[in-house]
């Protein structure tokens, strides 16, 4: 399969026209679908960050005295946009696939598989990238109230990278969308990615100090990803994590847009 | 192809799971002109359309819709295709109307009159009062006038139509019949699937009987019926005197009577009509023309061989 069928369509029209078509969806549903990426940070800020961080007077980040809250946000980002691309590329996409059969209807106009298929990660990234935003704007929030320090310019930088991070992220999504049979099996992919890649990414806790699960975090994009902005978003400083996790995102995508667009294709077409 | 002809396929091969499902189907389709894609279960009549409107990739073979290869010139060959298929594929995030705008952010060129469009095909269609409800609050009737709907709103030249009626109760069946012709009225190219025969005989201008993948047939319903059936069916109560003999009559010949319920249904030529007339006069039998159900029959019975 020539390599621009594969990822040029990500730029033609008609995959914008899918990420157009969720966005639409979305904006007719805005009063469910705004409601939890604000709500979410702010609760989870406030119970983690300053609730608990309230109990945690020596917390040190790289040897360095630090508020639990700081340490936290730029991670929270950050596993914000690995959830909830993976979430809509799996969850979402599955139910547009399978039992909204809005794919089959696209399928007939001039959209093709890879247009969907790209729609799809599209969308998932975008709406993530939306996500963090808003999120963003929510540590801006707590920043003018004197809770936060960040490096805030630095969220300029954050966004994109973490931006290609999701749509990495959305393609893992996707693959358990071309395999799984049905929603029964959706407990699947959170026991073999959102378990293990949450777990080793240093988003609420700095590792501690046990070697395999270091080399299990040097593998895992997101750990890279928190680390990388955290970096950033504390220190100012643009470190190594940042170009490994953004390396990592874009072999994702090599390895992976292939492997989805076969799969899909014996799915929903039934060819070999 | 002469200049009328909108739809154009050649030798279409596909294998599915490893086994043919489609062998070397070719017909073509012109302007207002309606054809008939007829078969029992499995003959490959959704494959061939599929391929048709380029939702599958033929393993061999070529489809041309007016000047373009579907492979090679997807886009603007899809640009000129409209498709209902046979489950529900409608936005039900949208209103109706809010369905046929989308239907149409999916074509390039854009629809440079699209909302003025979308209100002509509302009226044509009949949705006009439904037209900001969600399509899962209406009849099963209006939702498959609301697909045919999405199918069009972008004026393909040819649009093809997956089972349009199944499922549908008699008076929404003939509504959809109606929108059918109207299509036909307007020039535009239909290509149909069907289980039903009435609608096959109704609608289609030509039927392509499909069996196994590979054309049987193709014709009117007429020249098929002659073809494939007979002349004449012959209708004998099994309940009667005499049945061994008249068995044994039919085994002779072929054997090609099919049970229905208490009867038999013997196709049969003029010739063996008079024979068999001749053969039992004091039997009670009824002789009709030939249906496409019994093309079904004899159909299923070639399979069955």
């Known amino acids: 399969m020539k390599g621009n069928t594969l990822y040029s369509p990500m730029f033609h029209w008609q995959s914008w026209a899918v990420v157009a078509r969720h966005l639409r969806v979305l904006l007719l549903n805005w009063h469910t679908a705004l409601v939890p990426p604000i709500a979410e940070p702010v609760v989870l800020l406030l119970a983690f960050g300053v609730g608990l961080g309230r109990q945690m007077d020596d917390f040190t980040w790289n040897g360095e005295p630090i508020s639990y809250l700081s340490y936290l946000a730029p991670g929270i980002l950050a596993y914000t946009s690995f959830m909830m691309a993976f979430f809509q590329s799996l969850f979402s996409a599955f139910m547009r696939m399978h039992y909204q059969r809005t794919w089959e209807g696209q399928l007939t106009t001039q959209v093709r598989l890879e247009h969907v298929i790209w729609g799809e990660a599209l969308w998932a990234a975008s709406l993530a990238s939306f996500y963090v935003v808003t999120m963003c704007l929510v540590l801006i929030g707590f920043g003018l109230g004197g809770m936060l320090t960040l490096n805030w310019p630095w969220m300029l930088v954050a966004i994109p990278v973490l931006y290609l991070g999701s749509l990495a992220f959305a393609f893992v999504g996707l693959l358990f969308t071309a395999t799984l049979p049905s929603m029964d099996h959706m407990g699947l992919p959170f026991f073999l990615v959102i378990l293990p890649i949450g777990f080793a990414s240093g988003t609420y806790f700095p ?3 046990i070697k395999w699960l270091h080399i299990l975090a040097e593998a895992n994009p997101l750990y890279h990803l928190a680390e990388g902005v955290r970096l950033l978003l504390i220190d100012g400083t643009l470190s190594f994590h940042l170009p490994k996790a953004i390396g990592m995102s874009l072999v994702m995508l090599l390895i992976l847009v292939p492997i989805v667009r076969r799969k899909l294709r014996r799915r929903i077409f039934g060819e070999d | 192809m002469n200049e ?5 396929v050649d030798g279409l091969v596909k294998r599915l799971g490893g086994k043919p499902v489609v062998n070397d189907v070719g017909f073509s389709c012109s302007k207002g002109e309606v054809v008939g894609l007829l078969g029992p279960n499995g003959a490959g009549k959704t494959t061939t359309l599929r391929m048709c409107y380029g939702f599958l990739r033929p393993d061999s073979g070529t489809v041309r819709v007016g000047e373009w290869d579907i492979q090679k010139d997807n886009d603007p060959a899809s640009r000129a295709i409209g498709v209902c298929t046979q489950d529900e594929t409608f936005d039900g995030d949208f209103t109706v109307r809010g369905n046929l ?27 006009k009062d439904f037209a900001d409800a969600k399509p899962d609050t209406l009849s099963g009737g209006y939702r498959r006038r609301l697909m045919i709907a999405r199918a069009v709103v972008h004026r393909p030249q040819i649009v093809f139509l997956d089972e349009p009626t199944t499922g549908l109760d008699p008076e929404a069946r003939v509504l959809v019949w109606e929108l059918v012709d109207s299509l036909r009225a307007q020039g535009m190219a239909v290509v149909l699937t069907t289980h039903y025969m009435d609608e096959a005989e ?47 009559w039919f085994r002779e010949r072929g054997g090609k009577h099919s049970v229905i319920l208490t009867d038999w249904h013997v196709p049969m030529g003029s010739a063996d009509l008079a024979e068999f007339v001749t053969s039992f006069p004091d039997l009670r039998y009824e002789v009709r023309p030939p249906t496409l159900d019994d093309l079904f029959l004899a159909l299923a019975k070639e399979v069955a061989q």
């Not at chain 2, 074509?107 to 095909?121: G, L, M, S």
């Not at chain 2, 049987?216 to 059936?229: H, I, N, P, Q, W």
Request: glycine share 10%; hydrophobic share 40%; aromatic share 4%.
């Open chain 1, 207 to 209: 590792l501690p100090d």
């Open chain 2, 4 to 8: 009328n002809t909108i739809l154009q």
């Open chain 2, 101 to 127: 705008v989308q239907g149409c952010r999916y074509y390039r060129p854009k629809i440079a009159d699209r909302d003025e469009r979308v209100e002509e095909v509302l009226e044509q269609f009949g949705l």
């Open chain 2, 202 to 248: 109704r609608l289609s201008d030509r039927l392509i009987l499909l069996k196994g993948g590979k054309i049987r047939a193709t014709g009117t319903t007429e020249k098929l019926l002659g073809d494939v059936v007979g002349e004449h069916v012959v209708v004998v109560s099994r309940t009667g005197a005499d049945l061994e003999v008249v068995d044994a």
